[in-house]
T-cell receptor, first 113, second 117 residues
């Protein structure tokens, strides 16, 4: 069972570069989330989606964009990376039909130099 | 305002003893869900236990139980008979918005538990 898969797992970017993180889930979940994890701050919600074609801002959306063109995929984009975006990024998915908990990907460690 | 508070950055417990990890939350919703996740050093997020705001009984899952005190807005995790493999970061989380399946899914800062042999 693949569950939630994040690509890539590691990445180093130079300041100002752009990149896209891909999250794919094979559980037919309605909701998908992007979080960032920083030491001492837990997981903070960046953006989320409640269905194909819909997205919404979370707690820390600035500097990020998202798209959900297909139900199974949720993309997180950084248009112009900054050192403050160095973090571990987690994608998660959930659906009312499968219970209240969210299922997480393995995380992407991003370093912006 | 911080919705989830975990006041213990780090905790130590002796192997085979019980330990309580504290969590308090803030919400004006009547219907919400509370969760605990474990993050070992390998980094993955592992779901442990869930409590719905209308559940009258405290949730239990094996060695994990959730001490839910609604009036005090606390949802402490109790781990009985600690094992070395329990050493990890533990996150308390809350889901609000539309009952237990709301879109707003927020996490606390976490507590690092170390189990001593």
């Amino acid at each position: 069972n693949a569950g939630v898969t994040q690509t890539p797992k590691f990445r180093v970017l130079k300041t100002g570069q752009s990149m896209t993180l891909l999250c794919a889930q094979d559980m037919n979940h309605e909701y998908m989330y992007w979080y960032r994890q920083d030491p001492g701050m837990g997981l903070r919600l960046i953006h989320y989606s409640v269905g194909e074609g819909t997205t919404a801002k979370g707690e820390v959306p600035d500097g990020y964009n998202v798209s959900r063109l297909k139900k199974q995929n949720f993309l997180l984009g950084l248009e112009s990376a900054a050192p403050s975006q160095t973090s571990v990024y987690f994608c998660a998915s959930s659906s009312p039909g499968t219970g209240p908990e969210a299922f997480f990907g393995q995380g992407t460690r991003l370093t912006v130099v | 305002a911080q919705k989830i508070t975990q006041t213990q950055p780090g905790m130590f417990v002796q192997e085979k003893e019980a330990v309580t990890l504290d969590c308090t939350y803030d919400t004006s919703d009547q219907s919400y869900g509370l969760f605990w996740y474990k993050q070992p050093s390998s980094g993955e997020m592992i779901f442990l236990i869930y409590q719905g705001s209308y559940d009258e009984q405290n949730a239990t899952e094996g060695r994990y139980s959730l001490n839910f005190q609604k009036a005090r807005k606390s949802a402490n995790l109790v781990i009985s008979a600690s094992q070395l493999g329990d050493s990890a970061m533990y996150f308390c989380a809350m889901r609000e918005g539309v009952g237990n399946y709301g879109q707003n899914f927020v996490f606390g800062p976490g507590t690092r538990l170390s189990v001593l042999p």
